[in-house]
């Protein structure tokens, strides 16, 4: 069976399980269930309040559609969302197309017995739950740092940008990103990436040629 793992981070899930901890027993699941993995999807950064705003969620749900895999494999359900509704709405899709929803923690999410469906139910309201009461800590937080006077906000990362208070990607920033790491996997030295970058026509936010720091540390942000 083909399976595509898919994990996320939020920024505003404070110790929160690693990208890298999630790939490692996504792999584990599905060395243990015989399962292919082709590749393991990644939204870094983003909020599971809707799947709308991100791309590798989305790429997974495409893949599912088409029936290109079998399986779906993730650590737990709210990586994939934490909106109740469409929670319900990917579970109830993956037993239509007959696609194993797997999840390392919470087991087979596409059983499909009284019970089962039952669960789904729960598991949809506890990962709403969990996204009021992250937004709810959020507030909080916000709240304690204006009262001390700090400041609060900032520009978002390189390849992203805000639009209606959710960070979601800025196509043109990661197409640089995304060149940068395939100039990187083809051994190419910073300096190399960096006057490819320049003849290319890559600039930053600010309209600049890249140099070299800051390719560096683009690609240790995307590594």
Aim: charged share 35%; aromatic share 4%.
């Amino acid at each position: 069976m083909k399976a595509l793992g898919y994990a996320r981070i939020s920024k505003d899930e404070e110790g929160s399980v690693s990208l890298d901890y999630q790939r490692a027993e996504i792999k584990k699941l599905c060395a243990a269930r015989g399962l292919r993995l082709l590749k393991i999807e990644e939204d870094n950064g983003i909020s599971g309040k809707t799947i709308r705003n991100r791309p590798a969620a989305l790429r997974v749900l495409q893949a599912v559609e088409a029936q290109d895999i079998q399986a779906v494999v993730v650590y737990k359900s709210d990586r994939m969302s934490r909106d109740g509704l469409e929670s319900l709405e990917m579970e109830k899709l993956m037993l239509r197309k007959r696609i194993a929803y797997l999840s390392v923690t919470e087991g087979n999410l596409t059983s499909d017995s009284v019970d089962d469906e039952f669960m789904r139910f729960v598991r949809a309201g506890l990962n709403q739950r969990e996204r009021k009461l992250i937004a709810l800590r959020t507030r909080q937080a916000l709240h304690r740092k204006r009262e001390k006077g700090e400041r609060i906000g900032g520009r978002p990362r390189y390849g992203w940008t805000v639009k209606g208070g959710e960070l979601v990607p800025e196509p043109r920033e990661q197409e640089a990103i995304a060149r940068m790491r395939a100039l990187q996997a083809k051994g190419y030295s910073g300096r190399e990436i960096v006057k490819a970058l320049e003849e290319e026509g890559y600039r930053t936010r600010k309209g600049t040629c890249f140099n070299l720091t800051q390719v560096q540390r683009i690609l240790k942000v995307a590594a």
